[in-house]
Nanobody
Framework: EVQLVESGGGLVQPGGSLRLSCEAS????????MTWVRQAPGKGPEWVSS????????RYADFAKGRFTISRDNAKNMVYLQILSLRPADTAVYYC????????????????WGKGTLVTVSL
């Protein structure tokens, strides 16, 4: 059974930083791209970043470039998302997802998602 469990969210003041973690199990982790998607209150899902398994290609949504860093540890079946200089607009539930393909603009087609971890950026 595929399981993705996110952690590391919380309440952070603007300008702060967080490192989100996702622990994966139930599949050959090293054989798949891993993706982070966020969903802000009242909005639809928004692709953040992906780290593929074939050559280690990393991609970011335009808004994520410069402040977000994705990484993965295949030995530990973990994927991470470091977020710097957090802004209120970053408030969202952040989901880890398995797989996906790059459309040229974003990743799509992830087949398993975790339950998410809430990041709230506020004074």
């Amino acid at each position: 059974e595929v399981q993705l469990v996110e952690s590391g969210g919380g309440l952070v003041q603007p300008g702060g930083s967080l490192r989100l973690s996702c622990e994966a199990s139930g599949f050959n982790f090293g054989g798949y791209a891993m993706t982070w998607v966020r969903q802000a209150p009242g909005k639809g899902p928004e692709w953040v970043s992906s780290f593929n398994n074939n050559g280690g290609r990393i991609r970011y949504a335009d808004f994520a470039k410069g402040r977000f860093t994705i990484s993965r540890d295949n030995a530990k079946n973990m994927v991470y998302l470091q977020i710097l200089s957090l802004r209120p607009a970053d408030t969202a539930v952040y989901y880890c997802a398995k797989g996906g393909s790059f459309s040229g603009r974003e990743y799509y087609g992830m087949d398993y998602w975790g339950k998410g971890t809430l990041v709230t950026v506020s004074l």
